[in-house]
């Protein structure tokens, strides 16, 4: 427990309700510009401060855990952590929280929603119309795929996978998946036997590019891949090459491997739907993770155990 009022840093804007929760037991200093706040300015401000409130955004890296010598908790707003060097937080004893569960339902959605965009080829009839080309009904215009009766792979079977798999399941698709433990169907088999490949993993030196060539190779001509959970996950020039190749029918995506900047090569093609990482953008999920985030700092600050540790 800090025995002064502990300080606390947020390095974006928050829901101003997050804010006064924060403010009823600790002196909030927080970034209020637009976008994120630099990292230099992250090393700079972290000093003397006990609590650090970060998004997947923000580069946590040894520079910033080093110069924060005070800090006691960082508490990340996000399911994921990748941005966070934990190995050296835990080494100078800092708690790392993040926020699982909340999101599930919200990310479940906007994988189906992704799913239906590219296999009903929704962007490029959207596009179609701004641009005043269409010319009225035709039995054969941007004819897509159902999913009636079609195999979706999931690629890791936890929380978001398995509300994946339920939410497909009402559309009659069958579920095959694969998973970190090692059941369910093998990741080859997987591949070329689906019609829908949704990822769903977290980013660890395993499944950075886990999507490269020989994947994207092994599956269908006529599948789709959807990627919802981390951008280096899939290698974005192999599967520009994939597309444009056509050994793939289309992509949809809503993470990207250096975010915000996107493959060139993606932007020109019509069979990708492009997402700005919007998977768990609801208002109350957003707020929710928020509202985590702050509860898990202020347990760690008042010398309880944090709500949702980092495993």
């Avoid at 579920?175 to 689906?194: C, E, N, Q, V, Y």
């Avoid at 993606?266 to 985030?293: I, K, Q």
Wanted: proline content about 5%; hydrophobic content about 45%; charged content about 20%.
């Amino acid at each position: 427990m800090i025995a002064v009022r502990p300080r606390v840093l947020i390095t974006r804007r928050l829901p101003s309700s997050v804010i006064a929760r924060l403010e009823a037991s600790c002196d909030v200093e927080r970034f209020d510009g637009d976008g994120n706040m630099p990292h230099d300015m992250l090393v700079t401000r972290i000093a003397g401060k006990h609590g650090l409130v970060s998004l997947i955004t923000d580069s946590v890296d040894r520079s910033v855990i080093d110069a924060g010598a005070e800090l006691r908790v960082i508490a990340n707003v996000g399911v994921g952590y990748n941005n966070i060097d934990v190995a050296a937080a835990r080494k100078q004893g800092i708690v790392v929280t993040n926020t699982p569960d909340i999101l599930t339902d919200a990310t479940a959605d906007f994988t189906m929603a992704l799913i239906l965009a590219i296999t009903r080829r929704l962007g490029e009839g959207d596009r179609l119309v701004r641009r005043g080309e269409w010319k009225g009904w035709a039995l054969d215009q941007l004819l897509g795929m159902q999913l009636g009766g079609k195999q979706l792979g999931i690629v890791g079977f936890g929380r978001i996978g398995r509300a994946v798999a339920a939410r497909a399941a009402a559309f009659g698709m069958t579920i095959a998946h694969t998973s970190r433990k090692g059941d369910g169907m093998p990741f080859d088999r997987l591949l070329s036997t689906s019609d829908v490949v949704s990822l769903h993993v977290p980013l660890t030196p395993e499944t950075r590019h886990l999507i490269g060539q020989p994947e994207l190779a092994r599956m269908k001509r006529t599948a789709y891949l959807v990627n919802t959970t981390r951008g280096p996950v899939v290698d974005e020039g192999a599967l520009a090459w994939a597309l444009k190749n056509r050994l793939i029918a289309g992509a949809a995506l809503d993470v990207y491997e250096r975010e915000p900047e996107l493959h060139p090569d993606l932007l020109a093609l019509e069979n990708v739907v492009l997402a700005p990482h919007l998977g768990s953008a609801t208002t109350e999920t957003r707020t929710a993770m928020a509202d985590l985030a702050a509860r898990n700092a202020i347990a760690v600050l008042s010398g309880e155990p944090p709500l949702t540790p980092v495993p």
